[in-house]
Nanobody, 119 residues
Framework: AHLVESGGGLVQAGGSLRLSCAASGSMFGGNDMGWYRQAPGKQRELVARISRDGERTEYAGSVKGRFLISRDNAKNMMALQMNSLKPEDTAVYYC?????????????WGQGTQVTVSS
């Protein structure tokens, strides 16, 4: 299984970005998925999750009402629409399974996509 994130960039506070996650392999449709982020000097955190069928979503309190997670199982794709961005949303964003994918016993992450929000 391989995960590739894209769509990050530099945006002003109040702006929007749409992140995409492309998954290869056969795991995608059978697993819950999530968007995680890691800000400089902070631990990686789960900010949004979506059930395998896309019917249930959950958000961290810091992004609730501003971010929207979605998935397309036919295309092995997941997205994160981020609106009303704040400087504190600045981080590297990763997609992964829930729980995160492990390869040879170690959690495996993609390269992530950088989101920078200027004030």
């Amino acid at each position: 299984a391989h995960l590739v994130e894209s769509g990050g960039g530099l945006v002003q506070a109040g702006g929007s970005l749409r992140l995409s996650c492309a998954a290869s392999g056969s795991m995608f449709g059978g697993n819950d998925m999530g968007w995680y982020r890691q800000a400089p000097g902070k631990q990686r955190e789960l900010v949004a999750r979506i059930s395998r069928d896309g019917e249930r979503t959950e958000y961290a309190g810091s992004v609730k009402g501003r971010f929207l997670i979605s998935r397309d199982n036919a295309k092995n794709m997941m997205a994160l629409q981020m609106n009303s961005l704040k400087p504190e949303d600045t981080a590297v964003y990763y997609c992964n399974y829930i729980p995160p994918l492990r390869v040879n016993g170690r959690v495996s992450w993609g390269q992530g996509t950088q989101v920078t929000v200027s004030s």
